[in-house]
């Protein structure tokens, strides 16, 4: 079979380290700062196309050929319809149980919203976004230790074996798709490092979720003392008392340094950033 891949960033990487012993793709694209996966495409000889993909720039690179099979594997950018056309079976592997979370970072925001699974999706690509047929499904359990760079890991296990799976069902032509019901689809949008901020008048729960989600090494959920920005990697709950007309975000205590939520105070566990402003009585922002 002819399969090419789209593959960015370590999570890619990763997977066509895994996969090479599998088979050899025709050819890799991935994005110009996506280092490991051209250093791969570099040492195995294979036909590499680095950078932005758009107004036929990648179908130009392939020309006239046409795949069995094209993976896209964390791939940043959207497949345009002349990729799909050379191609019988143009599969994306998405971060999430479909039809929920269509979108970016999928697992960001399946720990944000308490969601006890998330899992890996296999489709087939089509002109929606994560809209197409579903080829495999995986789920994954979410533990209340996880966190974003946890739950890649887990990814990292599955999609490759789901590859192998895809790859049998294609050769042994029992491949069998199913439509997605787009009236449970939900959509999440592309995150940028200034959506970390933590709004103290969230719930501890949520508080939890959101820091734990972006913790070390994602940009991380911050707060700010001042003009200070803190990043913070890891709470916990406390049991240290304060009163109700005590504004939320109030440092309750500096050692530990255990914070004030509208029902539960929080203690910090692990700040990024090291800081000499964090007292008694000063108030997060």
């Known amino acids: 079979m002819k399969v090419g891949v789209l593959a960015s960033g370590g999570l890619g990487a990763k997977c066509l380290e895994l996969i090479k012993s599998i088979f050899t793709p025709i050819f890799i694209a991935t994005d110009s700062n996506s280092t490991d996966v051209i250093d791969f495409a570099t040492k195995n000889n294979i036909s590499l196309f680095k ?23 964390n791939y940043l950018f959207i497949i345009e319809k002349e990729i799909i056309e050379k191609t019988t079976y143009p599969i994306n592997f998405h971060g999430s149980l479909l039809p929920k979370y269509r979108g970016r970072t999928p697992h960001v925001w399946s720990i944000i919203n308490n969601e006890k699974k998330t899992g890996v999706t296999a489709h087939i690509i089509d002109d929606g976004c994560d809209s197409g047929p579903i080829v495999l499904q995986k789920e994954i359990e979410i533990t209340e230790q996880d966190t974003g760079a946890s739950i890649l890991l887990k990814y990292e296990n599955i999609y490759p074996e789901m590859i192998l799976e895809v790859l049998g069902s294609v050769k042994n032509k029992t ?5 997605q019901d787009h009236d449970k689809a939900t ?4 995150r940028t490092p200034s959506d970390g901020a933590i709004d103290w008048h969230w719930q501890k729960e949520r508080i939890r979720n959101w820091v734990r989600a972006q913790s070390y090494p994602y940009p991380g959920a911050f707060a700010l003392l001042g003009d ?17 007309t005590d504004p939320d ?26 800081t000499n402003n964090l007292s008694k009585e000063n108030i997060f922002q």
Do not use: C, W
């Not at 932005?52 to 006239?64: A, I, V």
């Not at 959509?187 to 592309?190: I, T």
């Not at 200070?228 to 109700?244: N, Q, R, V, W």
């Open 175 to 179: 491949l069998n798709l199913q439509s």
């Open 249 to 274: 975000g109030l440092i309750l205590s500096e050692d530990p340094f255990i914070v004030k939520t509208p029902n539960g105070a929080i203690e910090l566990i692990r700040i990024r950033n090291q």
């Open 51 to 73: 950078g932005n993909p758009r107004n036929g720039s990648l179908s130009n690179f392939l020309g006239d050929q046409h795949f069995d099979i094209i993976f896209s594997i």
């Open 228 to 244: 200070e920005k803190i990043i913070i990697d890891e709470i916990a709950f406390s049991d240290m008392g304060y009163k109700d």
């Open 187 to 190: 959509y999440y949008s592309k």
